[in-house]
Protein backbone atom coordinates (compact mmCIF):
# COMPACT_ATOMS: atom_id res chain seq x y z
CA UNK A 1 0.00 0.00 0.00
CA UNK A 2 2.65 2.48 1.00
CA UNK A 3 4.67 1.77 -2.07
CA UNK A 4 1.57 1.83 -4.14
CA UNK A 5 1.13 5.51 -3.03
CA UNK A 6 4.59 6.55 -3.27
CA UNK A 7 4.59 5.40 -7.04
CA UNK A 8 2.31 8.56 -7.36
CA UNK A 9 3.87 11.15 -5.95
CA UNK A 10 5.41 13.19 -8.33
CA UNK A 11 9.49 13.15 -7.73
CA UNK A 12 12.58 12.61 -8.59
CA UNK A 13 11.82 8.91 -8.84
CA UNK A 14 8.99 8.97 -10.83
CA UNK A 15 9.67 11.36 -13.85
CA UNK A 16 8.89 8.40 -15.90
CA UNK A 17 5.35 7.73 -14.76
CA UNK A 18 4.45 11.88 -14.97
CA UNK A 19 5.73 11.78 -18.45
CA UNK A 20 2.96 8.92 -19.45
CA UNK A 21 0.07 9.43 -17.45
CA UNK A 22 0.13 13.36 -19.04
CA UNK A 23 1.02 12.53 -22.20
CA UNK A 24 -1.59 9.60 -22.11
CA UNK A 25 -3.91 12.48 -21.02
CA UNK A 26 -2.82 14.74 -23.62
CA UNK A 27 -3.27 11.91 -26.30
CA UNK A 28 -6.96 11.21 -25.40
CA UNK A 29 -7.73 15.17 -25.37
CA UNK A 30 -6.04 15.84 -28.61
CA UNK A 31 -7.62 13.33 -29.78
CA UNK A 32 -10.85 14.19 -28.44
CA UNK A 33 -10.59 17.61 -30.03
CA UNK A 34 -9.80 16.53 -33.21
CA UNK A 35 -12.80 14.51 -33.44
CA UNK A 36 -15.38 16.75 -31.82
CA UNK A 37 -17.97 17.42 -34.84
CA UNK A 38 -20.36 19.72 -32.24
CA UNK A 39 -19.67 21.79 -29.13
CA UNK A 40 -21.93 19.48 -27.24
CA UNK A 41 -23.73 16.17 -27.34
CA UNK A 42 -27.01 17.72 -25.28
CA UNK A 43 -26.75 15.25 -22.69
CA UNK A 44 -28.95 16.19 -19.74
CA UNK A 45 -28.18 16.15 -15.92
CA UNK A 46 -30.43 13.11 -15.48
CA UNK A 47 -28.73 10.89 -18.41
CA UNK A 48 -25.38 11.96 -16.91
CA UNK A 49 -25.83 12.17 -13.10
CA UNK A 50 -26.45 8.26 -12.73
CA UNK A 51 -22.88 7.56 -14.69
CA UNK A 52 -21.23 9.63 -11.86
CA UNK A 53 -23.15 8.55 -9.14
CA UNK A 54 -22.48 4.88 -10.06
CA UNK A 55 -18.55 5.32 -9.83
CA UNK A 56 -17.49 3.88 -6.29
CA UNK A 57 -15.19 6.39 -4.98
CA UNK A 58 -13.83 3.80 -2.36
CA UNK A 59 -12.85 1.39 -5.25
CA UNK A 60 -9.60 3.64 -7.40
CA UNK A 61 -8.71 1.96 -10.50
CA UNK A 62 -4.97 2.27 -9.98
CA UNK A 63 -4.65 2.14 -13.45
CA UNK A 64 -4.20 5.76 -15.31
CA UNK A 65 -5.57 4.47 -18.68
CA UNK A 66 -8.89 3.05 -16.85
CA UNK A 67 -9.28 6.03 -15.10
CA UNK A 68 -9.35 8.26 -18.23
CA UNK A 69 -10.98 5.53 -19.97
CA UNK A 70 -13.67 5.88 -17.34
CA UNK A 71 -13.31 10.04 -17.38
CA UNK A 72 -14.04 9.55 -21.05
CA UNK A 73 -17.64 8.64 -19.93
CA UNK A 74 -18.36 10.79 -17.39
CA UNK A 75 -16.73 13.98 -18.61
CA UNK A 76 -14.83 14.24 -21.89
CA UNK A 77 -17.37 12.83 -24.60
CA UNK A 78 -20.52 15.37 -23.22
CA UNK A 79 -18.49 18.22 -22.28
CA UNK A 80 -19.23 21.69 -23.59
CA UNK A 81 -16.30 22.83 -26.02
CA UNK A 82 -15.68 26.17 -26.39
CA UNK A 83 -13.21 25.76 -29.23
CA UNK A 84 -15.99 24.41 -31.53
CA UNK A 85 -16.79 27.21 -33.78
CA UNK A 86 -20.54 26.64 -32.91
CA UNK A 87 -20.19 27.54 -29.67
CA UNK A 88 -21.25 31.07 -29.74
CA UNK A 89 -22.35 31.53 -25.90
CA UNK A 90 -20.52 32.77 -23.14
CA UNK A 91 -17.58 34.96 -22.23
CA UNK A 92 -15.18 31.47 -22.70
CA UNK A 93 -12.61 31.69 -25.34
CA UNK A 94 -10.57 29.16 -27.33
CA UNK A 95 -7.40 28.92 -25.43
CA UNK A 96 -4.39 29.95 -26.97
CA UNK A 97 -1.64 26.79 -26.64
CA UNK A 98 1.31 28.60 -24.84
CA UNK A 99 -1.29 29.22 -22.66
CA UNK A 100 -1.51 25.11 -21.80
CA UNK A 101 1.96 24.77 -21.53
CA UNK A 102 2.13 27.29 -18.94
CA UNK A 103 -0.75 25.61 -17.12
CA UNK A 104 1.04 22.18 -17.59
CA UNK A 105 4.11 23.66 -15.60
CA UNK A 106 2.76 25.83 -13.42
CA UNK A 107 0.33 22.87 -11.95
CA UNK A 108 3.52 20.76 -12.03
CA UNK A 109 5.78 23.09 -10.24
CA UNK A 110 2.89 24.00 -8.04
CA UNK A 111 4.35 27.32 -6.72
CA UNK A 112 2.07 29.09 -4.47
CA UNK A 113 2.25 33.01 -4.84
CA UNK A 114 1.27 34.05 -1.10
CA UNK A 115 4.66 34.42 -0.54
CA UNK A 116 8.39 34.88 -1.86
CA UNK A 117 9.46 32.29 0.12
CA UNK A 118 6.56 29.62 -1.60
CA UNK A 119 7.20 31.21 -5.42
CA UNK A 120 10.81 32.95 -5.38
CA UNK A 121 10.16 33.64 -9.46
CA UNK A 122 6.74 33.17 -10.01
CA UNK A 123 6.17 36.37 -7.65
CA UNK A 124 8.87 37.96 -10.35
CA UNK A 125 7.47 36.91 -12.79
CA UNK A 126 3.69 38.38 -11.56
CA UNK A 127 4.55 41.34 -11.00
CA UNK A 128 6.30 41.97 -14.02
CA UNK A 129 2.67 41.29 -15.66
CA UNK A 130 1.19 43.64 -13.23
CA UNK A 131 3.39 46.21 -14.25
CA UNK A 132 3.25 45.09 -18.08
CA UNK A 133 -0.86 45.63 -17.49
CA UNK A 134 -0.31 49.06 -15.43
CA UNK A 135 1.45 49.98 -18.10
CA UNK A 136 -0.88 49.28 -20.62
CA UNK A 137 -3.54 50.86 -19.29
CA UNK A 138 -1.43 53.95 -18.43
CA UNK A 139 -2.27 53.78 -14.53
CA UNK A 140 1.12 55.45 -13.59
CA UNK A 141 4.02 54.79 -11.80
CA UNK A 142 2.81 53.85 -8.86
CA UNK A 143 0.42 51.31 -10.25
CA UNK A 144 0.09 47.51 -8.46
CA UNK A 145 -2.22 45.09 -8.46
CA UNK A 146 -2.63 41.46 -8.26
CA UNK A 147 -4.05 38.30 -9.93
CA UNK A 148 -7.15 37.32 -8.94
CA UNK A 149 -9.58 34.13 -9.37
CA UNK A 150 -11.50 36.10 -11.84
CA UNK A 151 -13.54 39.25 -12.73
CA UNK A 152 -16.16 38.70 -9.96
CA UNK A 153 -13.23 38.50 -7.15
CA UNK A 154 -11.42 41.49 -9.07
CA UNK A 155 -14.06 43.74 -8.86
CA UNK A 156 -14.83 42.22 -5.28
CA UNK A 157 -11.31 43.84 -4.19
CA UNK A 158 -11.61 46.60 -5.93
CA UNK A 159 -14.72 47.47 -3.97
CA UNK A 160 -13.41 46.75 -0.78
CA UNK A 161 -10.46 48.64 -1.42
CA UNK A 162 -12.68 51.55 -2.35
CA UNK A 163 -14.98 51.48 1.11
CA UNK A 164 -12.04 51.40 2.76
CA UNK A 165 -10.95 54.18 1.47
CA UNK A 166 -14.00 55.94 1.46
CA UNK A 167 -14.10 55.29 5.14
CA UNK A 168 -10.95 56.26 5.77
CA UNK A 169 -11.44 59.36 4.08
CA UNK A 170 -14.83 60.26 6.52
CA UNK A 171 -13.55 58.94 9.62
CA UNK A 172 -9.97 61.79 8.89
CA UNK A 173 -12.83 64.07 8.38
CA UNK A 174 -14.65 63.47 11.58
CA UNK A 175 -11.44 63.56 13.44
CA UNK A 176 -10.97 66.65 12.27
CA UNK A 177 -13.75 67.89 13.02
CA UNK A 178 -13.40 66.97 16.14
CA UNK A 179 -16.26 63.69 16.27
CA UNK A 180 -15.95 59.86 15.37
CA UNK A 181 -17.40 57.87 12.71
CA UNK A 182 -18.36 54.30 13.54
CA UNK A 183 -18.29 51.93 10.61
CA UNK A 184 -21.87 50.75 11.86
CA UNK A 185 -23.36 53.97 11.23
CA UNK A 186 -20.98 54.94 7.83
CA UNK A 187 -22.22 51.39 5.78
CA UNK A 188 -25.71 52.01 5.57
CA UNK A 189 -25.05 55.13 3.80
CA UNK A 190 -22.43 54.09 1.49
CA UNK A 191 -23.61 53.94 -2.38
CA UNK A 192 -22.18 52.14 -5.68
CA UNK A 193 -23.19 53.35 -8.64
CA UNK A 194 -23.12 51.11 -11.79
CA UNK A 195 -25.04 51.00 -15.43
CA UNK A 196 -27.96 48.96 -15.73
CA UNK A 197 -26.25 46.66 -17.53
CA UNK A 198 -22.66 46.47 -15.42
CA UNK A 199 -22.45 43.15 -13.62
CA UNK A 200 -23.96 41.33 -11.25
CA UNK A 201 -20.67 40.55 -9.22
CA UNK A 202 -21.28 44.35 -7.92
CA UNK A 203 -24.32 43.48 -6.16
CA UNK A 204 -22.67 40.40 -4.89
CA UNK A 205 -20.30 42.87 -3.54
CA UNK A 206 -22.04 44.92 -2.05
CA UNK A 207 -23.66 42.69 -0.34
CA UNK A 208 -20.02 40.90 1.07
CA UNK A 209 -19.25 44.05 1.88
CA UNK A 210 -21.79 44.94 4.54
CA UNK A 211 -23.89 47.31 2.64
CA UNK A 212 -27.32 48.35 2.39
CA UNK A 213 -29.69 46.35 -0.01
CA UNK A 214 -30.08 49.36 -1.61
CA UNK A 215 -26.80 50.16 -2.14
CA UNK A 216 -25.88 49.58 -5.47
CA UNK A 217 -27.51 52.28 -7.62
CA UNK A 218 -28.38 51.60 -11.33
CA UNK A 219 -27.50 54.58 -13.21
CA UNK A 220 -29.81 55.05 -16.99
CA UNK A 221 -28.10 53.88 -19.65
CA UNK A 222 -28.31 54.89 -23.96
CA UNK A 223 -29.56 53.31 -26.58
CA UNK A 224 -26.25 51.55 -26.97
CA UNK A 225 -26.30 50.28 -23.46
CA UNK A 226 -23.63 52.95 -22.33
CA UNK A 227 -23.93 54.85 -18.71
CA UNK A 228 -25.51 57.97 -19.58
CA UNK A 229 -23.32 60.76 -18.22
CA UNK A 230 -25.98 62.95 -17.74
CA UNK A 231 -27.87 60.42 -15.52
CA UNK A 232 -24.73 59.54 -13.56
CA UNK A 233 -24.60 63.49 -12.57
CA UNK A 234 -27.79 63.28 -11.27
CA UNK A 235 -27.24 60.19 -8.94
CA UNK A 236 -24.14 61.76 -7.62
CA UNK A 237 -25.96 65.17 -6.61
CA UNK A 238 -28.66 63.04 -5.84
CA UNK A 239 -26.81 61.06 -3.00
CA UNK A 240 -24.99 64.11 -2.12
CA UNK A 241 -28.53 65.95 -1.90
CA UNK A 242 -29.32 62.96 0.84
CA UNK A 243 -26.39 62.83 2.80
CA UNK A 244 -25.04 59.60 1.35
CA UNK A 245 -22.25 58.37 0.65
CA UNK A 246 -20.81 57.03 -3.07
CA UNK A 247 -18.20 54.89 -2.54
CA UNK A 248 -17.72 53.79 -6.07
CA UNK A 249 -18.70 54.38 -9.30
CA UNK A 250 -18.37 51.59 -11.50
CA UNK A 251 -17.95 51.90 -15.35
CA UNK A 252 -18.02 49.35 -17.47
CA UNK A 253 -15.80 48.30 -20.46
CA UNK A 254 -17.50 45.64 -22.61
CA UNK A 255 -20.66 45.28 -20.77
CA UNK A 256 -21.60 41.04 -20.70
CA UNK A 257 -24.83 40.83 -22.88
CA UNK A 258 -24.11 43.91 -25.17
CA UNK A 259 -20.37 44.16 -25.62
CA UNK A 260 -20.30 48.13 -24.91
CA UNK A 261 -18.05 50.69 -23.39
CA UNK A 262 -18.99 53.46 -21.47
CA UNK A 263 -17.94 56.64 -21.73
CA UNK A 264 -14.74 56.62 -19.67
CA UNK A 265 -13.40 60.22 -20.22
CA UNK A 266 -16.82 61.69 -18.91
CA UNK A 267 -17.31 59.27 -16.49
CA UNK A 268 -13.99 60.23 -15.11
CA UNK A 269 -14.71 63.68 -15.49
CA UNK A 270 -17.31 63.29 -13.06
CA UNK A 271 -15.60 61.04 -10.63
CA UNK A 272 -12.62 63.33 -10.36
CA UNK A 273 -15.70 66.42 -9.88
CA UNK A 274 -17.22 64.20 -7.42
CA UNK A 275 -14.06 63.14 -5.95
CA UNK A 276 -15.26 59.42 -6.42
CA UNK A 277 -13.85 56.18 -6.81
CA UNK A 278 -13.73 54.70 -10.44
CA UNK A 279 -13.64 51.78 -10.86
CA UNK A 280 -13.60 49.88 -14.93
CA UNK A 281 -15.41 47.12 -15.25
CA UNK A 282 -12.86 45.90 -17.88
CA UNK A 283 -13.27 42.25 -17.46
CA UNK A 284 -14.38 41.51 -21.24
CA UNK A 285 -13.42 44.60 -23.07
CA UNK A 286 -9.65 44.37 -21.54
CA UNK A 287 -8.26 42.32 -24.95
CA UNK A 288 -8.32 45.81 -26.51
CA UNK A 289 -5.44 46.39 -24.31
CA UNK A 290 -3.47 44.42 -27.45
CA UNK A 291 -5.51 44.79 -30.04
CA UNK A 292 -3.29 46.78 -32.90
CA UNK A 293 -6.09 48.59 -33.82
CA UNK A 294 -8.86 49.63 -30.90
CA UNK A 295 -7.33 50.31 -28.53
CA UNK A 296 -9.05 53.93 -28.65
CA UNK A 297 -12.14 52.96 -27.55
CA UNK A 298 -10.70 52.08 -23.87
CA UNK A 299 -9.21 55.77 -23.57
CA UNK A 300 -9.91 57.11 -20.14
CA UNK A 301 -9.35 54.19 -18.58
CA UNK A 302 -6.09 55.19 -17.59
CA UNK A 303 -7.86 57.41 -15.15
CA UNK A 304 -9.43 54.88 -12.87
CA UNK A 305 -8.63 54.21 -9.55
CA UNK A 306 -8.50 50.37 -10.23
CA UNK A 307 -9.44 48.43 -12.96
CA UNK A 308 -10.63 44.75 -13.84
CA UNK A 309 -9.19 42.61 -16.37
CA UNK A 310 -10.16 39.10 -17.00
CA UNK A 311 -6.95 37.46 -19.47
CA UNK A 312 -9.80 34.11 -19.48
CA UNK A 313 -11.69 36.07 -21.62
CA UNK A 314 -10.35 38.03 -24.09
CA UNK A 315 -6.60 37.12 -23.60
CA UNK A 316 -7.36 33.75 -24.81
CA UNK A 317 -5.93 32.08 -21.78
CA UNK A 318 -7.48 28.94 -19.48
CA UNK A 319 -9.96 29.91 -16.69
CA UNK A 320 -8.43 31.11 -14.54
CA UNK A 321 -6.40 33.97 -15.17
CA UNK A 322 -7.80 37.52 -14.20
CA UNK A 323 -6.11 40.41 -12.00
CA UNK A 324 -7.32 44.04 -10.05
CA UNK A 325 -5.21 46.81 -10.47
CA UNK A 326 -5.05 50.00 -8.87
CA UNK A 327 -3.46 53.30 -9.48
CA UNK A 328 -2.12 53.67 -5.80
CA UNK A 329 -0.29 50.77 -5.01
CA UNK A 330 -0.13 51.50 -1.59
CA UNK A 331 -4.14 51.22 -1.16
CA UNK A 332 -3.40 47.56 -1.59
CA UNK A 333 -2.51 47.51 2.59
CA UNK A 334 -6.50 47.43 2.95
CA UNK A 335 -5.99 43.46 1.86
CA UNK A 336 -2.73 43.77 4.16
CA UNK A 337 -2.76 40.94 7.52
CA UNK A 338 0.62 40.18 8.86
CA UNK A 339 0.93 36.39 10.35
CA UNK A 340 3.66 35.39 12.47
CA UNK A 341 3.93 31.99 10.10
CA UNK A 342 3.63 33.74 7.36
CA UNK A 343 4.27 37.53 6.01
CA UNK A 344 5.85 39.02 9.41
CA UNK A 345 6.01 42.78 9.01
CA UNK A 346 9.49 42.56 9.19
CA UNK A 347 9.44 40.91 5.97
CA UNK A 348 7.52 43.82 4.20
CA UNK A 349 10.68 46.04 6.26
CA UNK A 350 12.99 43.78 4.39
CA UNK A 351 11.08 44.64 1.37
CA UNK A 352 10.88 40.73 0.53
CA UNK A 353 8.19 40.48 -2.17
CA UNK A 354 5.15 39.03 -0.77
CA UNK A 355 2.17 38.90 -2.83
CA UNK A 356 -0.16 37.34 0.11
CA UNK A 357 0.25 41.67 1.34
CA UNK A 358 -1.96 42.32 -1.67
CA UNK A 359 -4.30 39.85 -2.14
CA UNK A 360 -7.49 38.26 -0.69
CA UNK A 361 -6.43 34.72 -0.93
CA UNK A 362 -3.44 33.42 0.68
CA UNK A 363 -2.53 30.18 -1.05
CA UNK A 364 -2.89 31.24 -4.91
CA UNK A 365 -2.08 29.23 -8.18
CA UNK A 366 0.72 30.60 -10.23
CA UNK A 367 -1.85 31.90 -13.17
CA UNK A 368 0.74 34.94 -14.36
CA UNK A 369 2.89 31.95 -16.22
CA UNK A 370 0.45 31.12 -18.78
CA UNK A 371 0.34 34.94 -19.73
CA UNK A 372 3.57 35.15 -19.63
CA UNK A 373 4.31 32.46 -21.77
CA UNK A 374 1.85 33.52 -24.80
CA UNK A 375 3.76 37.17 -24.49
CA UNK A 376 6.95 35.36 -24.83
CA UNK A 377 5.92 33.35 -27.38
CA UNK A 378 3.15 34.75 -29.11
CA UNK A 379 3.26 38.56 -28.42
CA UNK A 380 0.92 40.71 -27.38
CA UNK A 381 -0.28 41.60 -30.68
CA UNK A 382 -0.88 38.21 -32.04
CA UNK A 383 -3.42 38.53 -28.99
CA UNK A 384 -4.44 41.27 -29.94
CA UNK A 385 -5.07 40.88 -33.56
CA UNK A 386 -7.46 37.89 -32.65
CA UNK A 387 -9.80 39.70 -30.94
CA UNK A 388 -9.95 42.08 -33.27
CA UNK A 389 -11.34 39.47 -35.74
CA UNK A 390 -14.10 38.39 -33.26
CA UNK A 391 -15.07 41.75 -33.36
CA UNK A 392 -15.15 42.24 -36.77
CA UNK A 393 -17.14 38.88 -37.07
CA UNK A 394 -19.64 40.05 -34.87
CA UNK A 395 -20.01 43.42 -36.63
CA UNK A 396 -20.67 40.84 -39.71
CA UNK A 397 -22.90 39.42 -37.76
CA UNK A 398 -24.55 42.49 -36.96
CA UNK A 399 -25.57 43.39 -40.72
CA UNK A 400 -26.62 39.75 -41.73
CA UNK A 401 -28.95 39.75 -38.61
CA UNK A 402 -30.12 43.44 -39.43
CA UNK A 403 -30.93 42.28 -43.18
CA UNK A 404 -33.24 39.21 -42.43
CA UNK A 405 -36.44 40.02 -41.75
CA UNK A 406 -37.01 36.95 -39.02
CA UNK A 407 -34.80 38.76 -36.81
CA UNK A 408 -34.58 41.52 -34.62
CA UNK A 409 -31.21 42.83 -33.57
CA UNK A 410 -30.79 45.09 -30.29
CA UNK A 411 -27.41 47.27 -30.42
CA UNK A 412 -24.64 46.82 -32.39
CA UNK A 413 -22.10 45.98 -30.04
CA UNK A 414 -18.29 47.73 -29.42
CA UNK A 415 -17.04 44.23 -28.94
CA UNK A 416 -18.16 40.62 -29.87
CA UNK A 417 -21.64 40.31 -28.54
CA UNK A 418 -24.72 40.37 -30.52
CA UNK A 419 -28.05 40.39 -28.95
CA UNK A 420 -30.88 39.37 -30.93
CA UNK A 421 -34.42 37.57 -31.18
CA UNK A 422 -36.22 35.27 -33.89
CA UNK A 423 -39.65 37.68 -34.34
CA UNK A 424 -42.55 35.79 -35.61
CA UNK A 425 -44.69 37.43 -38.43
CA UNK A 426 -47.19 40.05 -37.11
CA UNK A 427 -50.13 38.79 -36.39
CA UNK A 428 -51.11 35.74 -33.33
CA UNK A 429 -47.77 34.22 -33.42
CA UNK A 430 -46.51 37.40 -32.51
CA UNK A 431 -47.22 37.09 -28.95
CA UNK A 432 -45.35 33.46 -28.90
CA UNK A 433 -41.88 35.22 -29.29
CA UNK A 434 -40.90 34.94 -25.79
CA UNK A 435 -41.43 31.67 -25.70
CA UNK A 436 -40.49 30.99 -29.19
CA UNK A 437 -37.20 32.16 -28.22
CA UNK A 438 -36.34 30.29 -25.39
CA UNK A 439 -37.60 27.28 -27.39
CA UNK A 440 -35.33 27.52 -29.98
CA UNK A 441 -32.22 28.51 -27.58
CA UNK A 442 -33.05 24.86 -25.77
CA UNK A 443 -33.86 23.05 -28.56
CA UNK A 444 -30.69 23.51 -30.51
CA UNK A 445 -28.21 23.20 -27.42
CA UNK A 446 -30.26 19.79 -26.90
CA UNK A 447 -29.35 18.91 -30.81
CA UNK A 448 -25.79 20.07 -30.15
CA UNK A 449 -25.55 21.80 -33.16
CA UNK A 450 -24.69 25.05 -31.57
CA UNK A 451 -24.79 26.70 -27.86
CA UNK A 452 -26.28 30.17 -27.78
CA UNK A 453 -26.57 32.06 -24.80
CA UNK A 454 -30.03 33.77 -24.03
CA UNK A 455 -30.44 37.04 -21.48
CA UNK A 456 -33.91 39.27 -21.37
CA UNK A 457 -33.88 42.94 -22.44
CA UNK A 458 -36.89 44.99 -21.62
CA UNK A 459 -38.40 41.84 -20.45
CA UNK A 460 -38.35 39.81 -23.23
CA UNK A 461 -36.41 36.80 -23.90
CA UNK A 462 -33.29 37.50 -26.66
CA UNK A 463 -30.97 35.56 -27.88
CA UNK A 464 -27.31 36.40 -28.02
CA UNK A 465 -23.97 35.12 -29.77
CA UNK A 466 -20.73 36.22 -27.59
CA UNK A 467 -18.06 35.41 -30.09
CA UNK A 468 -14.50 35.02 -29.01
CA UNK A 469 -13.75 32.14 -31.64
CA UNK A 470 -12.00 33.33 -34.53
CA UNK A 471 -12.23 30.31 -36.21
CA UNK A 472 -15.96 31.06 -35.96
CA UNK A 473 -16.79 32.04 -39.60
CA UNK A 474 -19.76 34.44 -41.10
CA UNK A 475 -20.94 31.11 -42.55
CA UNK A 476 -21.08 29.59 -39.29
CA UNK A 477 -23.15 32.00 -37.89
CA UNK A 478 -25.78 32.22 -40.71
CA UNK A 479 -25.70 28.56 -40.20
CA UNK A 480 -26.95 28.91 -36.85
CA UNK A 481 -29.07 31.44 -37.67
CA UNK A 482 -31.23 29.36 -40.03
CA UNK A 483 -31.45 26.38 -37.38
CA UNK A 484 -32.96 29.30 -34.94
CA UNK A 485 -35.25 30.05 -37.08
CA UNK A 486 -36.24 26.88 -38.20
CA UNK A 487 -36.72 25.60 -34.49
CA UNK A 488 -38.46 29.39 -33.55
CA UNK A 489 -40.55 28.96 -36.53
CA UNK A 490 -41.85 25.23 -36.09
CA UNK A 491 -42.51 26.03 -32.54
CA UNK A 492 -44.74 29.22 -33.41
CA UNK A 493 -46.53 27.18 -36.13
CA UNK A 494 -47.35 23.94 -33.90
CA UNK A 495 -48.52 26.49 -31.28
CA UNK A 496 -50.91 27.78 -34.06
CA UNK A 497 -51.67 24.61 -35.12
CA UNK A 498 -50.43 25.15 -38.73
CA UNK A 499 -49.29 21.67 -39.95
CA UNK A 500 -45.33 21.48 -41.24
CA UNK A 501 -46.14 21.36 -44.75
CA UNK A 502 -48.70 24.68 -45.04
CA UNK A 503 -46.25 26.93 -43.02
CA UNK A 504 -47.69 30.28 -43.87
CA UNK A 505 -46.23 31.60 -40.55
CA UNK A 506 -42.42 30.36 -41.48
CA UNK A 507 -41.40 33.41 -42.65
CA UNK A 508 -39.25 33.56 -46.05
CA UNK A 509 -35.80 35.14 -45.70
CA UNK A 510 -35.42 37.90 -47.94
CA UNK A 511 -33.37 37.74 -51.18
C1 LIG B 1 -17.47 37.98 -16.80
C2 LIG B 1 -17.59 39.29 -16.19
C3 LIG B 1 -17.32 39.47 -14.82
C4 LIG B 1 -17.05 38.32 -13.91
O1 LIG B 1 -15.86 37.69 -14.21
P1 LIG B 1 -15.59 36.17 -13.77
O2 LIG B 1 -14.22 35.95 -14.27
O3 LIG B 1 -16.62 35.35 -14.46
O4 LIG B 1 -15.73 36.11 -12.30
C5 LIG B 1 -17.35 40.76 -14.33
N1 LIG B 1 -17.65 41.80 -15.13
C6 LIG B 1 -17.94 41.67 -16.43
C7 LIG B 1 -18.26 42.87 -17.25
C8 LIG B 1 -17.92 40.40 -17.01
O5 LIG B 1 -18.22 40.25 -18.31
Known amino acids: MTFQGRSHLFNDRNVDHYRRSLTDGVTRVATRIARTERPFTGVTPDELAPEIAGIDLERPLSDPAAALDELENVYLRDAVYFHHPRYLAHLNCPVVIPALLGEAVLTAVNSSLDTWDQSAGGTLIERRLIDWTAGRIGLGEAADGVFTSGGSQSNFQALLLAREEAFARAA ?74 VMA ?182 ELADDANLHAREAIAASGDAVVAGTKVDGHHYLKFTLLNPETSLDDIAHVLELLAEHAGRFVNKKLGVTENSGPELHRKAG
Open 249 to 430: VVATAGTTDFGSIDPLPRIADLCAWAGVWLHVDAAYGCGLLASPTRRHLLDGIERADSVTVDFHKSFFQPVSSSAVLVRDGSVLRHATYYADYLNPARMAEQRIPNQVDKSIQTTRRFDALKLWLTLRIMGADAIGALFDEVVDRAAQAHDLLADDPRFEVVTKSQLSTVVFRYLPPAGPGR
Open 172 to 245: AAAAYAGTTLSKHDFLPRLRILASEAGHFSVQKSAKMLGLGMDAVVTVETDKDRRMRPAALARELERCRAEDLV
